[in-house]
């Protein structure tokens, strides 16, 4: 004897669909990614106004100067303001 094939009914049809949309409903809710606030850094320009600057533009990672290479970049440093504010 053969068991009997019936073909799915529309019941679990609906049932399997509603039960893939609440999943897929719920899993949306768990990955959604936090969006990140960017980071800003506040720093006053040369005229004097105060604008905020993404952290990313900044070049923070760069190699940092010892006092001896300090001391030898202001021996080196040109006068040339100086002449200009004594003439007037």
Do not use: H
């Not at 004897?1 to 399997?16: A, E, V, W």
């Not at 004097?48 to 990313?56: A, K, M, P, S």
């Not at 006092?67 to 200009?84: A, D, I």
């Amino acid at each position: 004897m053969q068991p009997s094939q019936q073909p799915p009914s529309r019941k679990n049809f609906l049932l399997l669909g509603i039960a893939a949309f609440a999943s897929a409903l719920t899993l949306r809710f768990f990955t959604r990614e936090k969006k990140k606030k960017p980071e800003t850094i506040k720093m006053l320009t040369q005229d004097g106004r105060l604008v905020e600057i993404d952290n990313t533009f900044l070049a923070l990672r760069s190699k940092k100067i010892n006092n001896e290479e300090l001391k030898q970049w202001v021996k080196n440093k040109p006068v040339t303001n100086k002449t200009k504010s004594n003439e007037l």
